[in-house]
T-cell receptor
Framework: ETGVTQSPTHLIKTRGQQVTLRCSSQ?????VSWYQQALGQGPQFIFQ???????GRGNFPPRFSGLQFPNYSSELNVNALELDDSALYLC???????????FGQGTRLTVV | EDQVTQSPEALRLQEGESSSLNCSYT??????LFWYRQDPGKGPEFLFT???AGEEKEKERLKATLTKKESFLHITAPKPEDSATYLC????????????FGKGNQVVVIP
């Protein structure tokens, strides 16, 4: 039990639509990162938030955006969904001063 | 660019048959190397962090080791419940604490 909770667990969207995925981490975890994991691949870093500010971004287009809130929750928003966006989206949070990242159970997004 | 290569991609073991998984990495300064276990459709579960060459960590039937270029995850006398995908990730010393993952080692332990 990592204390990181993601919602929803599964989601089906149509190409061109927009989606918001949510993550709730433990008190004191001031860093949250989002990863995309395609089938059969390792997780790919999307971006990270630290104290509600974006703190680094991977090779993902601007239609992937995020927010972090004071209550340690976070959102990942994806606009203009494409078929290739179908993947498991993972949220990971880290306590203050700790290198390890603890993952939620993920949201499986299917774009049709 | 940080790169992580894991081998073999897939491995079938008989229960009790020990084996090792390899993670080769290239990173511009290593802050830490991480091993995670992932069950199908679930998020990765943290196993170990290794920080410097020569370091070893153990947990039940798993033992992780680190050199300057690679890490090994040794599975001793595996049981069917050890069946999972094992992910290796590196965290560079510069910048934020993002993780660069390999594709994973898919392990199946047959009773």
């Amino acid at each position: 039990e990592t204390g990181v909770t993601q919602s929803p667990t599964h989601l089906i969207k149509t190409r061109g639509q927009q989606v918001t995925l949510r993550c709730s981490s433990q008190s004191g975890h001031n860093t949250v990162s989002w990863y995309q994991q395609a089938l059969g691949q390792g997780p790919q870093f999307i971006f990270q938030y630290y104290r509600e500010e974006e703190n680094g971004r991977g090779n993902f287009p601007p239609r992937f955006s995020g927010l972090q809130f004071p209550n340690y929750s976070s959102e990942l928003n994806v606009n203009a969904l494409e078929l290739d966006d179908s993947a498991l989206y993972l949220c990971a949070s880290s306590p203050v001063g700790v290198a390890e990242a603890f993952f939620g159970q993920g949201t499986r997004l299917t774009v049709v | 660019e940080d790169q992580v290569t894991q081998s073999p991609e897939a491995l079938r073991l008989q229960e009790g048959e020990s084996s090792s998984l390899n993670c080769s990495y290239t990173v511009s300064g290593l802050r830490g190397l991480f091993w995670y276990r992932q069950d199908p459709g679930k998020g990765p579960e943290f196993l170990f962090t290794l920080y410097s060459a020569g370091e070893e960590k153990e947990k039940e039937r798993l033992k992780a080791t680190l050199t300057k270029k690679e890490s090994f995850l040794h599975i001793t006398a595996p049981k069917p419940e050890d069946s999972a995908t094992y992910l290796c990730a590196v965290q560079p010393i510069y910048g934020n604490n993002r993780l660069a993952f390999g594709k994973g080692n898919q392990v199946v332990v047959i009773p």
